[in-house]
């Protein structure tokens, strides 16, 4: 089964900086991918960004981006030049076959960004 | 395009009492899930349906009970309330079961007294 493993309970950033919010993961499947949700306080979960297992490049989608290791299992989330905004939950998680292509998650870990 | 819509948004309920969360979605989408998320935690699957007529348990399905008669509508049930199903549920669908993001709804927080 899948496994996603988020560290960081909370992060702390001030606006502008650079955040790298980690997140590991298990899995024996060959293809598979990994995403990252932003859930504010108002509670929607809004999907940033995917990274396929075969994909030769880092995702990207703006201020974001993925450090994916395939060998050390990590796909960590970058967030560049930090706002207000990007005060939320973020969840690392990936899709399991075994539960009809369910997204997995990790526990989450809490962006604070202060101006 | 309305995307994924549940109601209601809100409810309380009394312990023992039952009730449905309804999910409906226009995409077209042949996959859907139930979630739940107590405080401060990641989401938790509930159940899945792969199509009309085809559901399955997911984690933590005790308690809860769901029906897919059209591809659009997946109702979950929840039967004689338990103050620990008190949480926000979500509903989410996606075209394939194994690439592409999920769609989720904006979720439905419930509480049981």
């Known amino acids: 089964a899948q496994k996603i493993t988020q560290t960081q309970p909370g992060m702390f950033v001030q606006e502008k900086e650079a955040v790298t919010l980690d997140c590991t993961y298990d899995?024996?499947?060959?293809?598979?991918?990994l995403f990252w949700y932003k859930q504010p306080s108002s509670g929607e979960m809004i999907f940033l960004i995917y990274?396929?297992?075969?994909?030769?490049q880092n995702a990207t989608e703006g201020r974001y981006s993925l450090n994916f290791q395939k060998a050390r299992k990590s796909a960590n989330l970058v967030i560049s030049a930090s706002q207000l905004g990007d005060s939320a939950m973020y969840f690392c998680a990936m899709r399991d076959r075994n539960v009809g292509g369910a997204l997995i998650f990790g526990k989450g870990t809490t962006l604070s960004v202060s101006s | 395009n309305a995307g994924v819509t549940q109601t209601p948004k809100f409810r309380i309920l009394k312990i023992g009492q039952s009730m449905t969360l309804q999910c409906t979605q226009d995409?077209?989408?042949?996959?859907m899930y139930w979630y739940r998320q107590d405080p401060g935690m990641g989401l938790k699957l509930i159940y899945y349906s792969v199509g009309a007529g085809i559901t399955d348990k997911g984690e933590v399905p005790n308690g809860y009970n769901v029906s897919r008669s059209t591809t659009e509508d997946f109702p979950l049930r929840l039967e004689l309330a338990a103050p620990s199903q008190t949480s926000v549920y979500f509903c989410?669908?996606?075209?394939?079961?194994?690439?592409?993001?999920?769609?989720f709804g904006e979720g439905s927080r419930l509480t049981v007294l």
């Open positions: 989410a669908s996606s075209w394939a079961g194994g690439t592409g993001e999920l769609f």
């Open positions: 899995t024996s499947d060959q293809s598979y991918g």
């Open positions: 990274q396929g297992s075969y994909d030769e």
């Open positions: 995409m077209n989408h042949n996959y």
